[in-house]
């Protein structure tokens, strides 16, 4: 089971941590993703990172303001969002698949329940 928590209403230009934990399993041998749903568009992976080697993936739309991180110790990704935007109102997933990278959304298995991000003009 994955647990999303961190999203909130803020201001453009605010900063926001959301966390993902997995509980009752560990992240190892998994890619992580972070995906996101604004209103009336498609679930666009944003960023994510390979648990065993800490490689990292980010979409352009993000790249220099959000940062994907792991905690070993707290079995937990984060996705560290800074100079947030009107645009990125939207719904955060986070999701795993075991093995390597993809872009695509269907080859995440696990899914949490989303946290609502909601940043304010």
């Known amino acids: 089971q994955l647990v999303e928590s961190g999203g909130g209403l803020v201001q453009a230009g605010s900063s926001l941590r959301l966390s993902c934990a997995a509980s009752?399993?560990?992240?190892?041998?998994?890619?992580i993703g972070w995906f996101r749903q604004a209103p009336g568009k498609e679930r666009q992976l944003i960023a994510a990172i390979t648990w065993n080697d800490g490689s990292t993936y980010y979409a352009d739309s993000v790249k220099g303001r959000f940062t994907i991180s792991r905690d070993s110790a707290q079995n937990t990704v984060y996705l560290q969002m800074n100079s947030l935007k009107p645009d990125d109102t939207a719904v955060y997933y986070c999701a795993t698949r075991k093995g390597y990278y993809s872009g695509k959304r269907v080859a995440y298995e696990y899914w949490g329940q989303g946290t609502l991000v909601t940043v304010s003009s």
């Open positions: 009752g399993r560990t992240f190892s041998g998994y890619v």
